[in-house]
């Protein structure tokens, strides 16, 4: 197996990851306000990441540079954005409205890619981006229509800058090592939450959050988002956009809604109508026809290279 299919492979890891691990989530930010919890989940994440560095990777710090650091600003950014406008669209709009307009990236990532990194894109990467789309509509609007509001165009931003932060990484994951990019990425997502934390909640989420994390629906989705959700996703997608390209990536993370609807399925005690599962059907096909189809692009070329999938500069 080459190391385009191993990357594939571990990036729908991550997506299984973050769909089954929704409904947690959910319970915890009932009790911790989100930016609150994005500030304390991605500052752990970060400093889990840099202590695997120190222990495991040490060289890989000599490597960090201004122009690194400026590069992982951006790719935080990013990244902070797209759940931050996702939070604030939430607000205006409807849960069905935010998935399935958050999923449109997978239409934005090959016009990106194509802009950034002059990756052809193939009639195969459309049927599938538009399949992928089509799965999402049939998943999040079960027996409804889409009815938009003001709402959504903050979720758009938040699709934009989803879409942003996994084509940017396909420029940048080549250029450094993952465990530094991923750990200052997750540094700065979490000090721009705790910022806009203070700004939006005022001081009392973050200055209660000690009596607040120690709530047994929050340890726990702390513990599943600091370190499999967050350090290990984000260093493995840092790590495997290597050896495949942004487009794949964005349909690969399509496959998120479905993870989480069959644990809604399975522990939520929710139900799939026909429409519900023919969209989930619509994603899978969707991924496994970016997968199986011949991808140009330099991503591809780089997946023979020799080297190690994570951290391959140690």
Not at 35 to 46: C, D, E, K, M, Y
Not at 84 to 93: A, I, N, R
Not at 105 to 131: D, K, N, Q
């Amino acid at each position: 197996m080459n190391r385009s299919r191993i990357a594939d492979l571990s990036l729908l890891l991550v997506a299984m990851m973050w769909g089954c691990t929704f409904l947690i989530v959910q319970s915890a930010v009932k009790v911790l306000p989100p930016l609150a919890f994005n500030s304390i989940r991605f500052t752990g994440a970060a400093v889990l990441l840099a202590l695997i560095t120190a222990v495991f990777y040490r060289r890989e710090w000599r490597l960090l540079s201004w122009r690194m650091t400026g590069h992982a600003l951006l790719l935080g950014l990013f990244l902070f954005l797209g759940y931050g406008f996702q939070t604030m669209g939430l607000l205006y709009t409807t849960t069905s409205n935010t998935g399935f307009i958050t999923g449109l990236s997978v239409v934005l990532v090959p016009f990106l890619s194509l802009a950034l990194l002059r990756h052809a894109i193939s009639r195969y990467t459309w049927f599938s981006a538009g399949l992928a789309v089509a799965g999402l509509y049939l998943l999040t609007f079960t027996g409804s229509a889409l009815s938009l509001n003001r709402g959504d165009a903050l979720v758009l931003l938040c699709a934009v800058a989803f879409a942003l932060q996994v084509a940017y990484t396909g420029v940048y994951a080549p250029q450094y090592p993952a465990l530094p990019l991923a750990t200052l990425q997750l540094a700065f997502v979490g000090l721009l939450s705790a910022l806009a934390s203070l700004l939006v909640d005022g001081p009392a989420p973050l200055a209660h959050s000690g009596a607040l994390i120690l709530k047994p629906e929050v340890v726990w989705a702390l513990l599943v988002s600091i370190g499999p959700t967050s350090a290990f996703a984000f260093w493995i997608q840092t790590a495997c956009q290597k050896y495949t390209t942004p487009s794949r990536v964005a349909i690969i993370f399509a496959t998120e809604p479905v993870f989480a609807a069959l644990t809604g399925l399975v522990f939520g005690g929710e139900t799939l109508g026909v429409s519900a599962l023919l969209g989930c059907l619509c994603i899978l096909a969707a991924m496994l026809m970016a997968e199986l189809s011949p991808e140009p692009g330099p991503a591809a070329q780089e997946s023979e290279e020799p080297g190690l999938l994570i951290s391959s500069d140690k």
